[in-house]
């Protein structure tokens, strides 16, 4: 199968809150190495036109604002921050002459990359997205998000809102207050911060070796994963739990 895509368009926030202004990354932030997490989410015909998909992700960059912004170092006390410029999220538009049955399972590293943006070198963007569309009809949407806006929970909260939005059903707005996860002013420490021994520069690269690994999780092995999780007790509330694929240095 041969991926051919388009040079991109650049998707801003419509009308609705207002949050421009510059945004320190808090410590958290700051601890996570600068890179780009790349996700692929795959859909079966009948799927949205790209047109909705654009619409919607508009109106939910209208409470995301980070998203749309741009790195920039000038804030209050000189650190790494997002300026919330409204200045977009980058869209590109892709076709494949073959069907989505015929693509899955997704090999690790090789067809998969092609449903990704690249983002090998230096790109402005926090978050990247591609539609690609195949013939059947089904829909790839391949994600490029920095991990300096967010981890891998709150980027699926992202996501979710972004359907629900399309869905034309409600979402719960996020919490912008960062400034809750900052250091005390003066730092009281209370161990060894060895995290913070090196400090890497926003775009440099990854320098160890990683392995290509693919697992695979039927729908029923995923339910009586949530059953274990969960428990018999109906009462409880249900733990927060992830799985983390090929990015070892976040286990």
Request: hydrophobic share 40%; glycine share 6%.
């Amino acid at each position: 199968m041969k991926v051919l895509g388009g040079d991109g368009v650049l998707i801003k926030p419509c009308a609705g809150k207002d949050h421009r202004e510059l945004v320190e990354l808090n410590n958290p932030d700051l601890v996570a190495y600068p890179m780009y997490n790349k996700v692929v989410y795959a859909f079966q015909a009948p799927t949205p036109s790209s047109e909705v998909l654009k619409e919607g992700l508009a109106k939910v960059l209208a409470e995301f604002r980070e998203w749309a912004g741009r790195y920039t170092k000038e804030t209050a006390s000189g650190c790494l921050g997002i300026n919330q410029n409204d200045e977009g999220v980058l869209i590109i538009e892709a076709d494949v002459d073959g069907t989505i049955a015929d693509a899955m399972p997704f090999d690790p590293f090789s067809f998969l990359l092609e449903l990704v943006p690249p983002t090998s070198t230096v790109v402005n963007e926090l978050l990247l997205m591609q539609f690609t569309r195949f013939t059947c009809g089904g829909l790839v949407i391949g994600l490029a998000s920095h991990h300096h806006v967010a981890d891998g929970q709150a980027a699926t909260f992202f996501m979710n809102s972004w359907g629900k939005i399309i869905r034309r059903e409600s979402i719960l707005p996020p919490v912008h207050h960062g400034s809750l996860l900052k250091a005390r002013d003066p730092p009281q420490p209370c161990f060894d911060h060895y995290e913070y021994n090196t400090i890497f520069d926003e775009h440099s690269p990854i320098t160890s070796s990683l392995t290509a690994k693919k697992f695979h999780f039927d729908a029923l092995f995923l339910q009586e994963l949530k059953l274990k999780i969960n428990g018999s007790d109906k009462s409880r509330k249900p733990e927060v739990w992830k799985l983390w694929f090929a990015c070892p240095k976040y286990i």
